[in-house]
């Protein structure tokens, strides 16, 4: 018996197509980036937030322990304002750079990016929704930190408000390297690894002040995105801070977010189709 193909079947649902005229439906279009990110962010933030409380307290702790311990070497001046800008930078290093890391390398490791491979949505909005997600559970801890910083070391509060331009260009150059680091790691254990050295590198190249750091060592702090936005937070501490400094600061950090989040959005894909 001969199989019949089903176009010419006369009741069949081609033929019922071209009966009536009708096209087949189109495919709904592909979302578009800003709601695809605000539904990844609203998303990642609903799940992170069972472990809020222990983030922000672990964050917040370890900061508020370097600038205690630091207050018996340090009197103040420059010096102070360093430990106090870099135990603030330093809560959004170890959510932004550490923890994303370890996010990612598990996602990828358990086949969590084969799940958003089939959502469509962009990759940028993946990337850029985790890391907004985790960035945000910093802000807390970054304000607490720098507000104890500066009565434990008597620096004035006047120009905290920096810290709303601070905490957002410093946490995307270091969230964006944090989720690269965690998409390229062939195994989590790496992803956990590097995300532990990129914090420790931001606590030893960030919180120490930089003058009695060796010559090659201030070479590998400029390389740092967070060492920039340390540097705008500390220069706002003096009478009257040179602006055009601070801005060009918060410049290189906005910059080295862009690169630092596009290659998190390549590697993303990268590791997507694999």
Do not use: K
Not at 25 to 31: C, N, S, W, Y
Not at 122 to 135: S, T
Not at 193 to 206: D, E, I, K
Not at 218 to 230: E, F, H, I
Request: with cysteine; hydrophobic share 55%; charged share 10%.
């Amino acid at each position: 018996m001969s199989v019949v193909p089903a176009e010419i079947v006369p009741g069949g649902a081609l033929a019922a197509e071209e009966r009536s005229g009708r096209a087949p439906a189109a495919l709904a279009p592909r979302a578009r980036l800003w709601p695809s990110l605000g539904a990844v962010y609203r998303a990642q933030l609903s799940r992170a937030r069972v472990a809020r409380i222990p983030l922000l307290f672990v964050a917040t702790f370890q900061s508020i322990g370097i600038m205690i311990l630091m207050r018996g070497v340090v009197d103040g001046g420059d010096e102070a304002r360093a430990v106090v800008a870099g135990s603030s930078v330093l809560v959004v290093a170890f959510v932004a750079l550490n923890l994303l890391a370890q996010y990612f390398g598990q996602l990828r490791s358990g086949g969590g990016l084969d799940h958003y491979a089939t959502l469509p949505v962009p990759p940028a909005a993946v990337v850029l929704g985790a890391a907004g997600a985790y960035a945000s559970f910093t802000v807390p801890g970054t304000i607490v930190t720098a507000v104890f910083g500066c009565v434990l070391f008597g620096l004035p509060l006047t120009h905290l408000w920096i810290l709303a331009a601070v905490i957002p260009l410093a946490g995307a150059a270091l969230a964006g390297l944090g989720a690269a680091l965690g998409l390229l790691a062939p195994r989590p254990e790496l992803a956990t690894l590097l995300g532990q050295l990129g914090m420790s590198a931001a606590l030893l190249l960030g919180v120490l002040p930089a003058d009695r750091m060796p010559a090659v060592v201030q070479l590998a702090r400029d390389l740092l995105p967070s060492t920039y936005g340390v540097e705008a937070f500390a220069r706002t501490f003096g009478n009257r801070p040179d602006w055009a400094f601070v801005l060009g600061d918060l410049a290189v950090c906005a910059g080295v977010g862009v690169v630092s989040l596009a290659v998190a959005t390549w590697a993303y894909r990268r590791a997507a189709v694999r």
